[in-house]
């Protein structure tokens, strides 16, 4: 369960006391996420319940980089993207410390938005995704302050290299040939000159909110940086159009992804000509992080690791030359 941090129920009205969101009524600790502390609050203020996630940041995420997360969030909310606003303290501040019994420690309270989380989406879910992708590229143009990707190629062949070729080819015999192979070919290759500004850079199922067809909320911008908007097309398109481990192409949900997408923000030549190099990059971004964490995550630790061979099957599928015709 991703609650790390223990916060008594003293604890949690003294932090909400700092708020203007009336008294709390309840604080339910949610099992989903990995890298943070979320509760689901719920309050009465004038009569009316409201609720809010509560967020309390842990060691993975750097908490100079968390005015850039929200602020951006306010910015999107403001000019009409389904992402939900933070609320700001009685000092106007987005972000605040709680000092608990671990020690200090940075939190946020955000808008609750309704919605689900598809597992198994449908081509008109998908389509929405992608229009909702293009909105956030449009909406996020205007955003003043850049972050640097701390995901980029620089960190995939950081990761990998500590995995070591011996850890690789514990997770598969074949993983250290296509990573030394596809870091080789990402590296000469990657594409200077495309369009660029703030990216989500991690828009997976897990982090759309839905209702029916329809976008309610994307979430957990904590990985969300200025870089290609290409890239975050691929990245997204890695993330949707795969069965979960990656063993089947689901082409309904890839075309109904990229035409969503292309209804708000059509790619350019060149943005298309990349697609499938992007794609592996993507796809290499996620094998790096989720075989560093195979590796590393402790046996008794509170979350399973992600599998790492499903992000290795689809950058085999993005490399093979007959599928470069999926972006077009
Ligand atoms: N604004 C919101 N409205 C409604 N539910 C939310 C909101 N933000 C988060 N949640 C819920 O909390 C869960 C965990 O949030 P989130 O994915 O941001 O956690 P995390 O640990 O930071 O993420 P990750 O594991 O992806 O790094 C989500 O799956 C969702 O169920
Ligand atoms: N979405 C990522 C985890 C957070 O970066 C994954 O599925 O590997």
């Not at 842990?58 to 997360?69: K, V, Y």
């Not at 019994?101 to 938005?113: C, S, V």
Request: hydrophobic share 45%.
């Amino acid at each position: 369960m991703a609650v790390y941090t223990r916060l008594g129920a003293e604890d949690m009205a003294a932090i909400l006391a700092h708020f203007d969101v009336g008294t709390l009524t309840l604080a339910k600790g949610i099992a989903e996420g990995v890298s943070n502390s979320n509760w689901l609050i719920e309050t009465t203020q004038d009569g009316a319940a409201r609720r809010f996630i509560l967020t309390i940041y842990e060691s993975r995420t750097h908490i100079g980089d968390l005015p850039f997360f929200l602020d951006l969030l306010d910015w999107l909310a403001t000019h009409d993207c389904p992402v939900p606003r933070t609320i700001h303290d009685r000092d106007g501040a987005s972000f605040r410390y709680h000092d608990g019994a671990d020690g200090r420690k940075a939190l946020a309270l955000i808008e609750f938005l309704p919605g689900i989380s598809v597992s198994e989406p449908t081509e008109g879910q998908a389509r929405s995704v992608g229009a909702a992708l293009a909105r956030v590229h449009l909406a996020g143009a205007g955003f003043p302050t850049e972050r640097a990707n701390g995901m980029g190629m620089a960190t995939w062949k950081q990761l990998l290299g500590d995995c070591g070729a011996e850890g690789l080819a514990r997770i598969h015999p074949e993983l250290p040939r296509i990573v030394e192979r596809e870091l080789a070919l990402l590296g000469a290759q990657w594409p200077a000159g495309l369009p660029r500004g703030t990216i989500h850079a991690d828009l997976f199922p897990d982090n759309v909110l839905m209702l029916g067809e329809t976008v309610t909320g994307l979430i957990d911008f904590y990985f969300a940086c200025t870089d290609l908007y290409a890239y975050d097309v691929a990245v997204t398109h890695a993330a949707w159009s795969f069965s979960n481990d990656g063993r089947r192409f689901l082409p309904e949900i890839s075309a109904a992804l990229l035409a969503g997408y292309e209804s708000l923000r059509p790619l350019s030549a060149p943005e298309r000509a990349a697609m499938p190099l992007l794609a592996r990059g993507a796809a290499m971004r996620f094998l790096s992080t989720r075989a560093y964490d195979w590796m590393n995550t402790p046996a008794d630790a509170l979350v399973t690791p992600k599998d790492p061979l499903a992000f290795a099957r689809r950058l085999e599928f993005y490399a093979a030359s007959e599928n470069a015709g999926v972006f077009g």
